[in-house]
């Protein structure tokens, strides 16, 4: 496991496994970061050099839950930020099912052997249940996880969406800044979490199978809007009829939708993760969307304006949960809920008794 | 006009004006109000007997900036809740030009035909520039404007879109518990009002045109999977073959979509609002959703969850309000955006550095 050598921590751990695991859940691996000390100046020359075991370090940093890393892992995100966005950002979103993870092994092997440096990423807020749900599923990225010039880092393991999302945001910074110039964010395609996503990738793709049965009900509304390209996976043997009849019909129902900002038509093509075909279209389909963002300009605003998000995104949620947790605020919540209901209160004369009460607190 | 008869207060102003105005920017009207000087029991007594006079004025009085006014209006509402909910409500929205003032005067003059009592209502955040952009343009409603049995009131006239559609969302209230049992309620189709459109009505009508180009440029994405609906107008003429094939896409298109939480899989009719063609199948298509709605329970569902929606919204957009429009924050933001641009601070330390700002003032 070449990406991780000389990562000590590991030894004893995960001794053939590629993939990096949830840190948090790991209580002998925070010890050891602490016995190291290492100061923010190691964490970003480590970093900036390429040494993976401290963008390793540095990411359990990010993803910690105390407040004496939190400081330390923003100061070395900041002082990366310098050498970090110089990559292509690609979302990778589609059903349980539509084999997401077998499409990242292809597509991420396709890349190694090209030569590209690749981190991949994602964003389950789900996984702490799980354990790590996606990217945790290593049999389906054998080549992968062992490919020299690959970093996989499954979703960080609790917390809030937009906790778990800023994590994987400013992972995103300290792997741009260890040199890795395609990062792949991988999500579930089932809840909110494309949208987070969305805000921080240059190309969504939403990966789907054919049929417009029962394989389509899995996936939120709203998401296939935000793709900037389809890929209809699983288009082999038998079912490669049914895939270009679903490519075309998908073709069709984008071109219903209006153009995006962007002024990039989104595409729909075909690929079979599972037997490597097609994969490079897909990749195409990518390279040429970033030159025309490129030219157009859309694609350095639509990163600044992902920053000014994120930012925004911030307070909001901070506002919010300030409110929320609140345990007198909490208690009362369930019993207003209840009384706009029962149609006693107007939902604003509901909000503005809360909110009274609260400025009083 | 007898929708207002014997409402002095328009004498004078719109004779032959059977649409209501936006009357916080009449002086005039406002201190007639206050002369008159109702209690809450006089306004609730009036809607609830079914007097437009007084509904008017306490609509006028939901529209009303003065907090005097507010505290009165809520009461109001309150007392008038009991008496509200039972009504049709139906959300209108379509691109400029897709013929909504139209097919509202073609639909609402076939319900008021039929006996119904139709409250038109609208909601449109840009319409203190244009004094009311929509539901304005009376010359498209000639026969709904004068008929007994309708009563049209315009988008409140200014503010942000969450106090617009606040105000819209009371003034239902007021007009169900006056006896108005279909509520139609227009937005623009160019922006966020859909949302706030979407979270007030029971049924969200999409009015679209033939075509596949620059006629549906002007919708915003994400609005035509919000449709429980759609109705491609102007189908007469010319247009008839255009607008049976744009049939066919949509219906095509929607089907790609998953299934919507209600069940119910969206319908796509045409008509010809101009021509009162097929009026009627847009209404039973309406109807036909209500009585699916109501028999699995997701009609009450809806509004019960609607109701919560607008006391958690209205709670974040005062949270939001308080720190956004903070004087010392208005100013430190620009600053802050910049430096988030300019790559000398993430996203999320920005943010932080505001909220704390904020937290000390």
Partial sequence: MPHIENNEEFKGLNVNDGVEQPPIINPYRKSRIKKKELTVNDYVEGIISGNRTILSQAVTLVESFLPEHHAVAQEVIEKCLPYAGNSIRLGITGVPGAGKSTFIEALGTYLCNKGENLAVLAIDPSSERSKGSILGDKT?????????????????????????????????VLCEAAGFNTIFVETVGVGQSETAMHSMVDFFLLIQLAGTGDELQGIKRGIMEMADGITINKCDGNNIEKAQLAKVQFQNALHLFPMPESGWTPKVTTCSAFEKINIDEVWNM???????TKKNGYFDYKRKQQS??????????????????????????????????????????????????????
């Fill in 140 to 172: 389906r990225m054998e080549e992968l996880s062992v490919a020299q010039n690959a970093f996989i880092r499954p979703s960080p393991s609790a917390g809030s969406l937009g906790g778990v999302a800023r994590k994987t945001r400013e992972s995103i």
């Fill in 286 to 292: 990518v390279l040429e969307y970033i030159r025309f």
């Fill in 308 to 361: 000014k998000y994120w930012m925004y995104e911030t307070i909001d949620e901070y506002l919010r949960t300030s409110f929320y947790n609140n345990p007198i605020i909490e208690k009362l919540l369930t019993q207003y809920e209840l009384k706009v209901n029962n149609n006693e209160l107007t939902s604003f004369a509901a909000a503005h008794k809360l909110l009274d009460i609260y400025k009083d607190l």
